[in-house]
């Protein structure tokens, strides 16, 4: 076990849980199906999809901070980390974000991913048509291209996903005229489970994306860091006041939390 040490904390974690088959069978939250119908309202719902390793701390921290900002209901998404690939994950999202707009009148949903969990996010709505029902997705630590520590990690059909390179990242770095969702993503340059930074960043020419980059802030932290969670507090309030037209005028543009954004 002498490897994990070597790890970032996060990917330790999930090394240990395939090994030690911590994590369950793939299942999405029922909060949003056995509950109480949505209340009728102008609301945007939003889900919240987790990582691999951080499953309900992170979701709940971040339904905690987002609350009162006029957005909901939020909805935890649970996937099975390491039995499916990418992929498969993605298409357990796309049936929770169908059941909740049917739920909430059809209304569009918001998707907000935590590392792996904004690639799962960007991959339904970029390969399985999720840009029907998702105008923006927000992503906070993911690796969007990849990431070095991944070739470090065991080697699980998962985590070589996350490898530069991989079969999946080319996928998604492929022609994608077609997508309509907008994208926000929030990165590090600290971050020590994406290496290097730039590869937190959504660089595609098809995508409507903007870049948010935080100084200072390692992976675990960056989705409760006090202004990361201001800003989509922001873009949320945006959404429910404008339609989902986020950032019309300024497109692939570029910001720091707490910085005037160029």
């Excluded at 937190?200 to 802030?217: E, W």
């Amino acid at each position: 076990m002498a490897w994990l040490a070597r790890l970032p904390f996060g990917l330790a974690v999930e090394g240990m849980g395939q090994l030690t088959g911590w994590l369950g069978r793939s299942q999405v939250s029922r909060s949003a199906v056995d509950g109480e119908p949505a209340r009728a309202d102008s609301r945007v719902p939003v889900l919240l999809v987790h990582g691999l390793a951080d499953r309900d701390w992170v979701v709940s921290c971040l339904e905690q901070g987002l609350g009162g900002c006029g957005a909901g209901p939020f909805v935890p998404v649970t996937y099975n980390g390491f039995s499916p690939d990418v992929r498969t994950a993605a298409q357990v999202l796309g049936e929770q974000v169908e059941l909740t707009a049917g739920r909430c009148e059809g209304r569009p949903v918001v998707l907000i991913g935590y590392s792996l969990g904004g690639l799962v996010a960007r991959y339904y709505v970029q390969r399985l048509g999720g840009d029907a029902y998702v105008p923006l997705v927000v992503t906070l630590a993911t690796p969007h291209g990849g990431t070095a520590t991944a070739l470090l990690a065991p080697p699980h059909p998962l985590l070589r996903q996350l490898r530069p390179g991989s079969e999946i990242l080319t996928e998604l770095a492929g022609p994608a005229a077609g997508c309509q969702s907008r994208f926000v993503a929030f990165y590090s340059d600290l971050d020590e489970a994406v290496v290097p930074a730039a590869r937190g960043r959504i660089d595609h020419p098809d995508l409507k994306a903007r870049n948010v980059l935080v100084p200072g802030v390692g992976h675990l932290t960056l989705p409760l860091h006090q202004p990361v969670i201001d800003e989509v507090r922001a873009l949320l309030t945006a959404v429910g006041q404008t339609g989902f037209d986020v950032f019309p005028a300024d497109r692939d543009r570029q910001g720091r939390t707490g910085h005037a954004e160029t």
